[in-house]
């Protein structure tokens, strides 16, 4: 008679496998945002995005935490691979994705006269003001953006009569202005503006009988 083996003998199939745990998702980068970003902006330029449609994916990017938030913004356009290497840029070209930032905590700022601006902008202003005047500046880009934030402090933003101006802010306890405007000229920049007024204020405020400058203009700052 063969013995029967103790079930701790007799049983030797494996233990199931554990499965992996997910990998957690990549983090984006401000790169990562504002290559989306120009994507976007250049999708509007080309008719591809209505106004409403681009101030609401550029509303996304730049809440987004992750690459995965970022990539359904851009999948329906042409360029829907926005974290492959990025093209070279022509020689003496200013990056599109360059950002300059206009600061003021506690104090006052100003960007005036002849200056060039490039595809982002940053405003802030906390317990301070900030003004911005763009009628003599130099567009580097067709489409740019105007990320703006005033707590407890105001911005005041003139741009030209020929530019036109979309977007959208939020006035908390404050007031944001600013009025959409479409130039009769399909060549001119478009200014996209968008941002917070916390206990603060931001006024834009289009300047009649100043015309923006040659986007292909030498700087001259």
Do not use: C
């Not at 600013?178 to 996209?192: I, K, Q, R, T, Y």
């Amino acid at each position: 008679m063969t013995e029967q083996r103790s079930g701790e003998e007799g049983d030797r199939r494996p233990a199931p496998a554990e499965t992996p745990a997910a990998a957690p998702a990549m983090r984006a980068s401000d790169a990562d945002r504002d290559r989306v970003a120009e994507i976007l902006r250049e999708a509007l330029a080309e008719g591809r995005l209505d106004a409403e449609e681009h101030a609401e994916r550029i509303d996304a990017v730049y809440r987004a935490r992750t690459r995965a938030e970022l990539e359904p913004l851009v999948r329906d356009l042409p360029v829907g691979q926005p974290f492959g290497p990025p093209p070279p840029a022509p020689a003496g070209a200013t990056p599109s994705g360059a950002t300059r930032n206009v600061v003021a905590v506690l104090g006052g700022a100003e960007r005036r006269g002849r200056w060039r601006v490039s595809g982002r902008v940053n405003v802030v202003a906390f317990l301070g003001g900030v003004e911005l005047d763009l009628t003599q500046a130099f567009f580097d880009q067709r489409v740019v953006t105007l990320n703006v934030t005033a707590v407890l402090g105001g911005v005041e933003i003139k741009v030209p009569g020929n530019v036109t101006v979309r977007g959208s802010g939020t006035g908390i306890l404050g007031g944001f202005s600013m009025g959409g405007h479409e130039s009769s000229d399909p060549n001119a920049p478009v200014l996209v503006i968008q941002g917070l007024a916390l206990l603060g204020g931001v006024e834009v405020k289009r300047v009649s009988g100043e015309q923006v400058h040659d986007l292909r203009a030498p700087d001259r700052d």
